[in-house]
């Protein structure tokens, strides 16, 4: 194996960040040609696979290549240092590019992340952020995404997958404020479809519902927007995550029950154990923990 020298690493570091063939050579000032040749020129050296062509033209690393990005990354400062434009373990806005994808589910992205997200483009400029809302667990070790935000700790990743709880999540009753006083209490409540039942909300909601006296729920939905949207209709009453919920003035907060403690659910930040170290994915996971924390959603108790 032969150490890859400084020229040819660009190259990787340039494809690490841009994920695309022509965006690297336009990065670098180069065709296309160029970058191809140079980047099978740093596999052959280093005698390992460092990245695979997938089926839409991204390029994807593998742990060799994501490692020796590292080394590529911290010779680029080293080498920014030397010339008199400072820059230490990538702290400067400025020496943070590339490209990181992150999942969540669409209420916690439209809701909580994407209204902060100005300021993280500001900070770095030359960092793409890839959202990506669905409510599918999309797959981290098949690098479907580089980062993902979810509501249940990891059932599977094992040590390949860095979990970090990152938020709480508290849940209040919520009914539209047009409604007048005398209504909100016994609105109906907006409850969640059979595919849904396993979530913590859903069976509060359930048991909420079966209490004497309450009336039958007419309406049921699949996720928790359609929940958020349908009470501030006027639809009826349901749970919502506080944090989201408390700034939407179409709502108004009900009290609590004492029979029946308030669910919560917690936020973990998932990260492939080979992309955590890299500076870019780093800024990601401190823009949303900062994020989660200004909505009062980041505090774990």
């Known amino acids: 194996m032969q150490a890859p020298n400084w020229n040819d690493l660009r190259y990787l ?38 990245y695979q062509r997938l089926s839409d033209g991204r390029f994807e690393l593998t742990v060799a290549g994501a490692s020796l990005v590292q080394v590529a990354e911290r010779t680029e400062r080293e080498l920014a240092a030397l010339n008199g434009k400072g820059g230490t373990a990538g702290d400067a806005a400025g020496d943070i590019a590339g490209v990181v994808r992150l999942t969540a589910v669409p209420y916690v992205m ?23 809302s669905d409510l599918r667990d999309l797959s981290l070790t098949r690098r479907e995404t580089d980062m993902a935000l979810r509501f249940a700790r990891p059932q599977r990743g094992g040590h390949r997958v860095k979990a970090q709880c990152v938020g709480r999540l508290a849940f209040g009753i919520y009914v539209s404020a047009n409604l007048p006083a005398k209504e909100r209490q016994p609105a109906r409540w907006i409850t969640y479809d059979e595919a849904m039942s396993h979530l913590p909300q859903a069976r509060w909601l359930e048991a909420a519902a079966r209490k004497p006296g309450e009336p039958p729920a007419p309406f049921c939905v699949n996720d928790v927007e359609a929940a958020h949207e349908a009470a501030a209709a006027g639809c009826g009453r349901t749970l919502l995550p506080v944090a989201v919920a408390k700034q939407d003035p179409r709502l108004k907060k009900l009290p609590a ?18 992309l955590a170290a890299l500076p870019r994915t780093q800024v990601v996971r401190r823009w949303v923990e900062k994020t989660l924390s200004a909505s009062k959603a980041g505090t774990v108790p």
């Open 110 to 132: 439209n809701r909580i992340l994407i209204p902060r997200l100005a300021e993280l483009a500001q900070r770095h400029p030359a960092l793409r952020l890839e959202l990506v």
């Open 13 to 50: 570091l340039a494809i690490s960040r841009t994920q695309r063939l022509t965006l690297a050579a336009r990065r670098l000032g180069v065709d296309d040609t160029t970058v191809s040749r140079r980047l099978a020129a740093v596999q052959t050296a280093v005698g390992r696979r460092l």
């Open 257 to 274: 029950p004492r029979e029946l403690p308030l669910p919560a659910r917690e936020l973990w930040l998932l990260v492939p154990r080979e």
